[in-house]
């Protein structure tokens, strides 16, 4: 018997980068975002790619992060970036945002916030 991932229910490669798409724009033009807008370089382009490519395999579709880069290593891919809960707190605002514009479900949206907010927890490697 099949189980149908997550990556499907949502609508598989167009909804994620639908997702991805959506996000980066948030984060470059809602001010509530400016610091979380400042740790990324100038052009997003290059981390709204990797954030697709992971994305497909977190949610259970193609493996295409691990594919090209290897394990995602993710809290040791964001040791570089001072991430505390302000940080936290302002990527997963962005990515609840995002998930509502792209038409996720709402029963599939709750899930997903919860782990995406335990998984950007996991990320913080600063105080407050």
């Known amino acids: 018997m099949e189980q149908t991932t997550t990556y499907e ?3 598989g490669e ?3 980068a639908r997702l991805c798409d959506r996000f980066y724009e948030l984060m470059g ?3 509530q975002f400016r610091e979380l807008r400042a740790m ?3 052009d997003l382009q290059g981390s709204r790619d990797k954030l697709f490519m992971f994305l497909s395999g977190w949610l259970g579709g193609p493996d295409l992060f691990v594919e090209k880069f290897g394990h995602p290593r993710l809290r040791a891919r964001h040791m570089p970036f001072a991430i505390g809960t302000q940080e936290r707190d302002q990527w997963v605002a962005c990515m609840v945002l995002a998930m509502e514009d792209v038409g996720i479900e709402a029963d599939i949206r709750a899930k997903l916030l919860q782990n995406f907010f335990n998984t950007a927890d996991f990320m913080r490697n600063k105080e407050g």
Do not use: N
């Open 14 to 16: 167009p909804t994620v």
């Open 9 to 11: 229910k949502i609508g």
């Open 40 to 42: 990324h370089p100038e």
């Open 29 to 31: 033009t809602a001010p």
